[in-house]
């Protein structure tokens, strides 16, 4: 099965890549392909922000007519960014499934973005059947992106369900709060070495940059940017967000000091004392 994941040998020259399941990707901005005011719009945006993956709802292409879907998935081809299939609006383990493998047959990819709601007014992923849906897919051939919460034992869970890589939230889908609860993402990062995608409850580009300073692997976005004055401008804003959050992490940040520390040590030593 094609993974449609195939990047240009230029874009691979960055010495710091994403890797997930061994594959190399040319950034580290993932884009949301819905909610955009076009589809003109879109493919501006997803123009200026270079994104390795553009993720994609079957359901959602499905509701909108065989016309609108084939002139979207030519505009995906188009785009030449690889997609990422998900199964946004499933409730149970049985409609992971069904939607993972149509969307392999529809995408032709065994790369699927999991997500299995658990509450319908926060759009909370389910923590008791994600590890169990995880572990279907992964043992069907699938390689999972795991969107969930930002608890650490799930996302262990997600891990040792064969994910190589998990995405928790920062916040509710769509509400563009930035991170919520900064102790439970660090601490994640601390306890756990596999990739880390942050997905969700982003809204403006410091958030992005914020969470790669905290040495997230990328970012996930949607709504921050289709929703934007201007949606084109802002996914640029995002991308460079998140290069500098990540140049800044790779840069070691000094360590905050509780008193006052003179940026000219000496200033105001007489000179026979210093040296």
């Known amino acids: ?33 819905a909610r955009y005011p076009s589809p ?51 409730h149970s383990v049985q409609e992971v499934i069904t939607t993972a493998e149509m969307a392999r047959e529809v995408f032709g990819t065994d790369w699927i973005k999991l997500e299995l709601i658990g509450d319908d007014y926060t759009l909370q992923p389910d923590p008791v059947q994600l590890p169990t849906a995880a572990a279907e897919l992964v043992r069907r ?18 891990l040792d369900a064969g994910c190589e890589v998990v995405m928790p939230w ?9 991170p919520l609860n900064p102790y439970n993402l660090r601490l994640l990062r601390e306890r ?41 401008a802002m996914a640029e804003a995002f991308a460079e967000a998140v290069r500098s959050g990540r140049r800044a992490y790779l840069a070691g940040a000094m360590i905050p000091q509780e008193t006052a520390q003179p940026s000219t040590p000496v200033l105001g030593t007489p000179f026979w004392h210093q040296g």
């Open 1 to 33: 099965m094609s993974t449609l994941l195939h990047c240009s040998p230029s874009t691979l020259a960055d010495e710091d890549p994403l890797v997930l399941y061994g594959q190399p990707l040319p950034s580290r901005l993932m884009l949301g392909t």
């Open 40 to 90: 003109a719009i879109l493919e501006q945006a997803v123009a200026r922000a270079q994104p390795c993956l553009l993720t994609v709802s079957l359901r959602r292409q499905g509701a909108l007519g065989p016309e609108t879907s084939q002139r979207f998935w030519a505009l995906l081809q188009k785009m030449g960014i690889p997609v990422l299939p998900n199964t946004a609006g499933c």
């Open 141 to 158: 051939g699938f390689k999972v992106l795991p969107y969930s919460t930002d608890d650490l034992v799930l996302c262990q869970r997600l």
């Open 170 to 178: 920062a916040a509710p889908i769509g509400t563009g709060k930035g």
């Open 192 to 232: 756990i070495e596999a990739p880390l995608i942050v997905d969700a409850g982003l809204g403006l580009p410091s958030h992005a940059c914020q969470v790669m300073e905290w040495g997230f692997d990328g970012v996930l976005l949607n709504t921050a940017v289709a929703l934007a004055r201007d949606p084109v």
